[in-house]
């Protein structure tokens, strides 16, 4: 699976829009992009995914670039309940029974809402 | 529907110990993924079960082993403990029949055990 960098850490003010960067330059023609959270001890938790096309689901949109090297992760009107640690991941899709449970997560970004 | 429930949440152990975790996934979830979380290597995939087989390895001494029920839920096993076993035991589960779109693959974790050993 193709590397991911993200920023350590991000700030956002309540009520305004986080945009989380993510770049993944060696990401494949057929390898997906997906987000997922970790508040405090607590188990992850998937956001949202994409292949090229930009995706919106009731949590946040994600923005991938044409030349889909990078992407970014937006929660339109953040909420101090928002406050955790972001993971880009980049796999491999089903096709070819690729083992699904397999994530490489990086460190993240540690993003903190303030009021 | 219930998610994740992994158990003990928490417990404490002894070097040279052993310890057994337990998952049980969501119901109708057939892939069981457990990982490791410490402050210093973060998130790390230890095994993954699909059909009481174990699927996918990630890079840890023998003295961590695994093993998938019929029913799919699954068990962790971590012999001989040592000080740096310490940490965040995560087990996911997914749906995955292999007819269903990627979307439909996610990982739902479950709210973890965390191992402390002393």
């Known amino acids: 699976d193709a590397k991911t960098t993200q920023p350590p850490s991000m700030d956002c003010a309540e009520g305004r829009a986080a945009n989380l960067p993510c770049n993944h330059s060696t990401i494949s023609g057929n390898e997906y992009v997906y987000w997922y959270r970790q508040i405090h001890s607590q188990g992850p938790q998937y956001i949202i995914h994409g292949l090229k096309n930009n995706e919106t689901n009731e949590m946040a949109s994600l923005i991938i670039t044409e030349d889909r090297k990078s992407s970014t992760l937006i929660l339109p009107h953040a909420t101090l309940r928002d406050t955790a640690v972001y993971y880009c991941?980049?796999?491999?899709?089903?096709?070819?029974?690729?083992?699904?449970?397999?994530?490489?997560f990086g460190q993240g970004t540690i993003l903190t809402v303030h009021p | 529907k219930a998610g994740v429930t992994q158990t003990p949440r928490y417990l404490i152990k002894t070097r040279g110990q052993q310890v057994t975790l337990s998952c049980s996934p969501i119901s109708g979830h057939r892939s069981v993924s457990w990982y490791q979380q410490t402050p210093g290597q973060g998130l790390q995939f230890l095994f993954e079960y699909f059909s009481e087989t174990q699927r996918n390895k990630g890079n840890f001494p023998g003295r961590f082993s695994g093993r998938q029920f019929s029913n799919s839920r699954s068990e962790m096993n971590v012999s001989t403990l040592e000080l740096g076993d310490s940490a965040l035991y995560l087990c996911?589960?997914?749906?995955?029949?292999?007819?269903?779109?990627?979307?439909?693959?996610?990982?739902?974790f479950g709210a973890g055990s965390r191992l402390t050993v002393l």
């Open positions: 996911a589960s997914s749906l995955e029949t292999g007819k269903l779109p990627e979307g439909a693959n996610v990982l739902t």
């Open positions: 991941i980049v796999r491999h899709p089903r096709a070819g029974g690729t083992s699904y449970g397999k994530l490489t």
